[in-house]
């Protein structure tokens, strides 16, 4: 199978080759099955802001007609994640979903809707601002800063989801001193 080699289009941000990919699992003692490699390329062919679930992964392939297991899914993206190849998010429900990784710590976040899981990316550098200051008053190196904001999407709202419960107060509300913003009564 034919992935895409160079950078993407898109960006200037570096996308992960084969080559790159069968260089560094030859350097660890690996090597690039066929499995790898496609799973590489849907990561690369992935529109920009989508993440994939291990089984959303696994039913994108057998959609594609490949016949690569579940349980090899779940080994390879644990692989690439721990080479640096794929990202790991914690967005929704425990789920952990992936996305190709970069060079760079990453600019962008992501806002996860606790009714229906949908999953917006926002950008803002003042967050990235604000841990490498905190890294570097520490002495620390920052490697990737992530914020995920759980919300209630206005769809959820209009299909009669209730909010939040009573108790549950918006902490940004505390922190600047105004009333919790309006849970669709």
């Not at 069968?22 to 993440?51: D, V």
């Not at 009573?166 to 309006?182: D, F, K, L, R, Y």
């Amino acid at each position: 199978m034919q992935t895409n080699i160079g950078r993407s289009s898109e960006s200037s941000m570096p996308l992960y080759t084969a080559a790159a990919l069968k260089a560094e699992l030859n350097e660890k003692g690996w090597r690039l099955t066929p499995q790898r490699e496609t799973i590489l390329n849907i990561f690369q062919n992935l529109p920009k802001g989508n993440h994939l679930s291990a089984e959303d992964l696994h039913h994108e392939l057998r959609k594609q007609g490949h016949s690569i297991s579940l349980s090899t899914v779940y080994r390879t993206v644990k692989l690439m994640s721990r080479m640096g190849i794929l990202r790991e998010l914690e967005l929704a429900e425990g789920h952990k979903h992936y996305e190709l990784n970069t060079m760079s710590p990453h600019h962008h976040h992501h806002m996860v809707c606790v009714q229906c899981n949908r999953t917006m990316e926002f950008d803002n550098d003042t967050i990235l601002k604000q841990a490498l200051k905190q890294t570097e008053k520490y002495g620390l190196q920052l490697i990737d800063c992530q914020l995920t904001i759980y919300t209630i999407c206005p769809e959820a709202l209009r299909r009669g989801y209730p909010g939040l419960p009573e108790n549950w107060v918006c902490s940004s509300a505390i922190a600047h001193g105004t009333e919790p913003p309006s849970r669709g009564k």
